[in-house]
């Protein structure tokens, strides 16, 4: 795919998620214990996203997670596709600084992450600053190759496990809710 002059090899790597509003995170966290997953603990991060010209590009510094993501993802309700690419930082200080210098920051998004898996879908728990608390699925080919389909059937599933109700899905990013309440 060419933008601007500059070739842009499609992305390897799919998610299907959604992201709802969480009423009372201890149901979540029943659910997925009903289920067997994995805590991978909380982590308490920093996602500064910046400004690009397609897609959204975020610098996660975290006690757990560190990485730069580059994801393109339509603001619908419902599950959504998520194509993405993840680069591990290890010094996020040095990157953050040229990262402002050359592209300027958007906005800064601040938020305790209870992290969990089951196979290959995350689920989040997470108290965003500013927001409220909200609960994430993500179905994810990040290890393994899994079709389309079956990323969102998985998805599809445990909303359903999880009771997240239709008025409680949220289309838009966190850094974009951030934005609206700004204005």
Known sequence: MCRGGFLFLEMAYLNVEIKAKC?????????????NAE??????????????????????????????????????????????????VPDATSLKETLTGALGIKVIVEKKREI??????????????????????????LYNYIAKGELERQCNFYVAEL?????DLVSLSYSDMLLAAQK
Do not use: W
């Not at 089951?118 to 179905?139: P, Q, S, Y």
């Not at 009771?163 to 008025?167: S, V």
């Open 163 to 167: 009771g997240i109700k239709e008025e």
């Open 39 to 88: 805590f991978k603990g909380v982590d308490f991060q920093t996602d500064t996203y910046f400004h690009v010209l397609h897609g959204r590009m975020k610098l996660r510094e975290g006690n757990i997670e560190n990485n730069l993501i580059y994801y393109e993802r339509s603001n619908v309700p419902g599950a959504k596709e998520s194509n993405f690419q993840l680069v591990k």
């Open 116 to 141: 969990y898996f089951i196979k290959n879908v995350k689920f989040h728990i997470d108290e965003v600053r500013g927001l409220g608390n909200f609960v994430e699925i993500e179905a994810s080919n």
């Open 23 to 35: 009423g009372d995170a201890d149901v979540a966290r029943s659910c997925l214990k009903k289920h």
